[in-house]
């Protein structure tokens, strides 16, 4: 009987112990469970230098002083562009400037234009331009407007014509988005008003008469951030 008393304390002391371990185990904390670091997309940061190129569409009209009415131009236009941004907060500031090959035409339709038709062409234009956007993380709305040059050319038969390049003034906006890396692409729409050129004897008409371009340029750009 005694051997089976000091056998059943034995046993005790060792369910004992054993259910006092597992309770210190039970009280810690299990280990942290190893978790990365949240990554966070930086801001679009719009300063800097650009260039690129751009291509798009104009229409718009000519008029000779001398006709009744005005007549519609219109063509292609490709070139390239160079800028630069600075940016606080939001808001973007930055100066532009491009040059494009033009290929904007129009003729009159009205015989006696010099004993012919009045045409009027322009072969080149090329903007400076100051530029306000505000900065959606990578869109930039923007407005600009500054000034124009471009050449106006004038043709009929038996008449020399003039070909006079001309500075005036444009104003539009555009949308400018960051593709990838140092890559953004742009849509814009500029007003552009070449004024008046001189074209009286060249043209077949008596002196003081004028001819004038406007145009509305549609297009599109790729520029690479410096």
């Given at each position: 009987?005694?051997?089976?008393l000091?056998?059943?304390?034995?046993?005790?002391?060792?369910?004992g112990?054993?259910?006092?371990?597992?309770?210190?185990?039970?009280s810690?904390?299990?280990?942290?469970?190893?978790?990365?670091a949240?990554?966070?997309?930086?801001?679009?940061?719009?300063?800097?230098?650009?260039a690129?190129?751009?291509?798009?569409?104009?229409?718009g009209?000519?008029?000779?002083s001398?006709?009744?009415?005005?007549?519609?131009?219109?063509g292609?236009?490709?070139?390239?562009?160079?800028?630069?941004?600075?940016?606080?907060?939001?808001?973007?500031?930055?100066l532009?400037?491009d040059?494009?090959?033009?290929?904007?035409?129009?003729?009159?339709?009205?015989?006696?234009?010099?004993?012919?038709?009045?045409r009027?062409?322009?072969?080149?234009?090329?903007?400076?331009?100051?530029?306000?956007?505000?900065?959606?993380?990578?869109?930039?709305?923007?407005?600009?407007g500054?000034l124009?040059?471009?050449?106006?050319?004038?043709?009929?038969?038996?008449?020399?014509?003039?070909?006079?390049?001309?500075?005036?003034?444009?104003?539009?906006?555009?949308?400018?988005?960051?593709?990838?890396?140092?890559?953004?692409?742009?849509?814009?729409?500029?007003?552009?008003?070449?004024?008046?050129a001189?074209?009286?004897?060249?043209c077949?008409?008596?002196?003081g008469n004028?001819?004038?371009?406007?145009?509305?340029?549609?297009?599109?750009?790729?520029?690479?951030?410096?």
């Amino acid at each position: 009987m005694k051997n089976i008393l000091l056998a059943s304390a034995g046993l005790f002391a060792l369910v004992g112990s054993i259910a006092a371990a597992q309770a210190a185990d039970l009280s810690r904390p299990p280990p942290p469970m190893v978790t990365k670091a949240p990554y966070y997309v930086p801001v679009y940061n719009w300063t800097g230098l650009y260039a690129g190129i751009n291509g798009g569409y104009g229409f718009g009209n000519s008029n000779w002083s001398a006709l009744p009415s005005n007549f519609n131009t219109s063509g292609g236009l490709v070139g390239g562009q160079i800028g630069y941004n600075w940016q606080f907060g939001q808001f973007v500031y930055g100066l532009e400037a491009d040059i494009d090959w033009t290929d904007i035409r129009g003729t009159s339709g009205i015989l006696g234009c010099g004993l012919g038709m009045c045409r009027t062409k322009n072969d080149f234009l090329s903007t400076e331009r100051g530029r306000l956007g505000y900065a959606i993380d990578r869109w930039m709305p923007y407005v600009t407007g500054g000034l124009a040059v471009g050449d106006i050319r004038t043709s009929s038969p038996f008449f020399t014509g003039i070909d006079q390049d001309k500075a005036g003034w444009t104003i539009g906006a555009g949308v400018e988005f960051a593709i990838v890396a140092n890559w953004t692409a742009k849509v814009e729409y500029l007003y552009v008003d070449l004024g008046n050129a001189n074209c009286s004897f060249a043209c077949g008409f008596p002196a003081g008469n004028t001819v004038s371009l406007t145009s509305n340029i549609v297009r599109g750009g790729i520029n690479y951030r410096f």
